[in-house]
């Protein structure tokens, strides 16, 4: 690889982050289709390929997102859904915790939300299920037979996913908030009850001004997590 091709490679990557306000911009679908077929380059023990997409437009996108949203502010309905897998750990220690404590206050802070205004913070956790206004939304599912490998393997897709829209000017947020609804997402969107729904997934064009869109996150120094062996 080139000189300039990695200089290329490494600003996509590096120019990544989670959009969480977007352009009413439409995505043609056969940009939509490029992205995904890119993506499908990643590895995958034995190249079993366990990824599995479902791609929201227009009125199916809409019809989801009020039914989630309508979920997510009625706290007895609310309290009947769960999430179908640990996502994050049942006890947070540091430095994870104080990572996470991080993300959020920063967030909060671009919005003026002050602690404890609840309200506003219902609110923002709400536009997860609008998708952020993005014009796609992405459901992804693995087969429950599959192994942690092929979760793995999963991880791997979704970055080249994330980062071919990149690529193409366009920006994404990974999305796990929607786990907790996946009854939700499975009935709406007829997913057979052998998948595991894994994750949510915004696409579109960012509105650069948002200020939920200022937001760039930080990364520990090498020294916290790499170990050099002679």
Same mark, same amino acid.
């Given at each position: 690889?080139?000189?300039?091709? #990695?200089?290329?490679?490494?600003?996509?990557?590096?120019?990544?982050?989670?959009?969480?306000?977007?352009?009413?911009?439409?995505?043609?679908?056969?940009?939509?289709?490029?992205?995904?077929?890119?993506?499908?380059?990643?590895?995958?023990?034995?190249?079993?390929?366990?990824?599995?997409?479902?791609?929201?437009?227009?009125?199916?996108?809409?019809?989801?997102?009020?039914?989630?949203?309508?979920?997510?502010?009625?706290?007895?309905?609310?309290?009947? #859904?769960?999430?179908?897998?640990?996502?994050?750990?049942?006890?947070?220690?540091?430095?994870?915790?104080?990572?996470?404590?991080?993300?959020?206050?920063?967030?909060?802070?671009?919005?003026?939300?002050?602690?404890?205004?609840?309200?506003?913070?219902?609110?923002? #956790? %709400?536009?997860?299920?609008?998708?952020?206004?993005?014009?796609?939304?992405?459901?992804?599912?693995?087969?429950?037979?599959?192994?942690?490998?092929?979760?793995?393997?999963?991880?791997?897709?979704?970055?080249?996913?994330?980062? %071919?829209?990149?690529?193409?000017?366009?920006?994404?947020?990974?999305?796990?908030?929607?786990?907790?609804?996946?009854?939700?997402?499975?009935?709406?969107?007829?997913?057979?009850?052998?998948?595991?729904?894994?994750?949510?997934?915004?696409?579109?064009?960012?509105?650069?001004?948002?200020?939920?869109?200022?937001?760039?996150?930080?990364? %520990?120094?090498?020294?916290?997590?790499?170990?050099?062996?002679?």
């Amino acid at each position: 690889m080139t000189s300039s091709a #990695h200089d290329v490679v490494d600003t996509i990557i590096q120019s990544r982050y989670s959009c969480r306000a977007f352009l009413p911009t439409p995505v043609p679908r056969s940009t939509i289709e490029d992205i995904l077929r890119v993506a499908s380059r990643a590895p995958s023990g034995t190249n079993i390929q366990p990824w599995k997409a479902w791609v929201l437009m227009g009125k199916k996108k809409d019809l989801l997102s009020e039914r989630l949203v309508a979920a997510f502010d009625d706290p007895e309905e609310a309290s009947t #859904h769960s999430e179908p897998y640990d996502y994050y750990p049942e006890k947070w220690i540091p430095p994870y915790i104080d990572r996470r404590r991080k993300v959020g206050i920063a967030l909060y802070s671009l919005l003026g939300i002050e602690k404890g205004d609840a309200k506003r913070m219902h609110e923002q #956790h %709400a536009r997860n299920y609008k998708f952020f206004d993005a014009p796609v939304g992405l459901i992804f599912t693995v087969e429950r037979i599959m192994g942690r490998g092929s979760w793995l393997d999963y991880g791997m897709f979704l970055q080249n996913l994330m980062l %071919a829209a990149k690529a193409r000017g366009l920006d994404t947020c990974a999305q796990a908030s929607v786990n907790q609804f996946h009854r939700i997402i499975r009935e709406q969107l007829d997913i057979p009850p052998n998948e595991t729904v894994l994750c949510g997934m915004s696409l579109g064009y960012g509105a650069p001004q948002a200020p939920e869109n200022q937001l760039r996150t930080d990364r %520990a120094p090498l020294d916290e997590w790499v170990n050099f062996l002679d």
